[in-house]
């Protein structure tokens, strides 16, 4: 079985500040991976996702996070967040047609 | 395209009224979900589907059924409303492979009072 954990749940930054959020999973076999973001009061949409390649994976309004195998780790990273970045975040694993998400960390950016 | 619609948006139940929520999806996607998101507790799976005609059970299936009778359409209902099934439901959608990401829905705000 897949598992997700995101060990940030809450947390508040001021403008400009950089952003690390964790997340670790746990699977047997390949995985693909995720960050979603969810914006106050709206859907979840797709951040970024790494399925092979380069492990450094560049997404949307200057998001990347980085693969590292052995530490079965995905960790989400911004160098200067916005106001507008404020919402939470998202990982998930996926190892087969299952998504397995984690609990979310919410983002509060102070302007 | 649409994406992934859902309907409706905002409802309210008494205990023991039920209700179908329909989710429809125009990208042709083999894959659908419906997903609960409460505070704290992320995204939990209710059920899923494979293909048009089959669904499977997820992590927290217990007071809902599922329906797939067409491809683009996946439908989430509740017999026999509780308050404890008050929460914001997603429907989502994928492609087969795996390392396609899902799209999502706008969500239905329930409430069971």
């Known amino acids: 079985a897949q598992s997700v954990s995101q060990h940030n749940h809450h947390v508040i930054l001021s403008e400009a500040a950089s952003l690390e959020l964790g997340c670790n999973y746990s699977?047997?076999?390949?995985?693909?991976l995720f960050w979603y973001v969810q914006y106050p009061g709206q859907h979840l949409q797709l951040l970024l996702k790494y399925f092979s390649g380069d492990p450094l994976v560049k997404g949307i309004k200057g998001f990347e996070a980085e693969f590292i195998k052995s530490k079965f780790s995905f960790n989400l990273r911004k160098p200067s967040v916005q106001w507008s970045d404020t919402a939470e975040y998202f990982c998930a694993v996926d190892g087969s047609y299952i998504p397995t998400f984690g609990r979310g960390t919410s983002l509060i950016v102070h302007p | 395209n649409a994406g992934v619609t859902q309907t409706p948006k905002f409802r309210v139940l008494k205990t023991g009224q039920s209700m179908t929520l329909l989710c429809a999806q125009d990208?042709?996607?083999?894959?659908m979900y419906w997903y609960r998101q409460d505070p704290g507790m992320g995204l939990r799976l209710i059920h899923y589907?494979?293909?048009?005609?089959?669904?499977a059970k997820g992590e927290v299936p217990d007071g809902y059924n599922v329906s797939r009778l067409k491809k683009q359409n996946f439908l989430l209902g509740l017999e026999s409303a509780a308050p404890s099934q008050t929460s914001v439901y997603f429907c989502a959608s994928r492609n087969r492979d795996s390392y396609n990401e899902q799209f999502f829905g706008p969500g239905t705000r329930l409430t069971v009072l």
């Open positions: 589907s494979v293909g048009e005609g089959t669904t």
């Open positions: 990208m042709n996607h083999e894959y």
């Open positions: 699977y047997g076999g390949t995985v693909n």
